[in-house]
């Protein structure tokens, strides 16, 4: 795999039965875009090539549900924002489903985690790595960059960059009285009108990073076999969940590999909910397109690249799906064996899904006389990239 850390690829092998993976899950305040589905789809194919490897797949994915935006978007829309949430991460899971991502072993929510985020903000104070900012009411928490000695070498970008990242992705560089304008915040003391929990830290809520870091090593312990994300969570997120986590457990690093899904875009920008340039999943579902189409869709380019959604690819999709049924309903192909190796050896080469598609073309479109052939292929089909042909 590529690992975003060193900046070249690295084997990723599990030392021990159970393969270990986190992926950062959605902030649920709108629903299930394009961008997030692909990023979903890679790090899917990995827990099925694990699978395959013989690896039990420990997978853990967090929900945001309390954030600013969540807050925000439901403040807008005059809605409670535990409906919100509840309501689009429901979607989420249908929409997942849908499209046939196995599912994480562990789903879990902010909200519900809230005790053990608590205590974890709890070990960074008492580790000497976090101070207090006054608050309009109570004192805010943030986490002093510098208690971390590794700090930088997730993303290994320089501090102007840094700096700007922040800003644009839920950091507050300005705030005054911070020992670093990098620091993240650990713990928001209770705002007037909005939700906030009982903690020893008082009544508020935690920062972003923490949230992951907490969900993460309270059920996989480190290091993650693999810390995964799209590439707008390199800087400051992973960066910020390595350093806590550093410091939290004295261990380094958080992540044997760091991987991230390149950034899918609309009319020449990043999809995001913030900007609106959405296509969603949901929306897609209710118009019948069929879900191996889009799986085929998505997976057409390698998981890294920024590309841009089009509606040639879900059609280029469709008509695969068609080749591949027909080839797969044939009395015989090409040696089935041979395909299913040469698959396995592509998404091997950091989960290659272009070459495996091609090479499941080039079976469909050759003749053979392998009886078991079309029956392998289809399984294979199913059980590496999740698309079913029957
Ligand atoms: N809740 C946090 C992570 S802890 C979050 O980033 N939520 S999110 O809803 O904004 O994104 C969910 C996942 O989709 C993240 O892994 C994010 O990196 C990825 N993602 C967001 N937008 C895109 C996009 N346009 N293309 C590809 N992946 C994306
Ligand atoms: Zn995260």
Redesign the pocket.
Known sequence: MHDSASGGRLEVRPDRPTARLY????????AT????A???LAFDTLARLWRDRGYAVDYVQ???DV?D?LLERAARDGEDWTVVAERETELFREDMTALRVLPPTHFVGAVEAMEEIAAYVLRLIEAGAAYRLPAPVGEDVYFSITASTHFGQVSHLDTARMLRLSAERGGDPDRVGKKHPLDPLLWLAARPGEPAWPSPLGPGRPG?HV??TAIALNRLGMPLDVQ??????VFP?HEMSAAHAEVATGGWPFARAYV??????LDGH????SRGNLVFVSRLRTDDVDAGALRLALLSAHYRG?REWTGGALEAGQRRLTAWRTGCARGSGPSGTALLDAVRGALAEDLDTPAALRLVDAWCAADGDDRHAPGLVRDTVDALLGVLLA
């Open positions: 992926v950062c899950g959605i902030t649920p305040y709108d875009h394009l961008g997030h692909a990023t979903y967090n929900v945001t954030d935006p972003w949230e992951c995964g994300g799209g590439s707008d969570l997120h991230h899904a390149g950034m899918v875009g990043k999809m995001s909910k920024d």
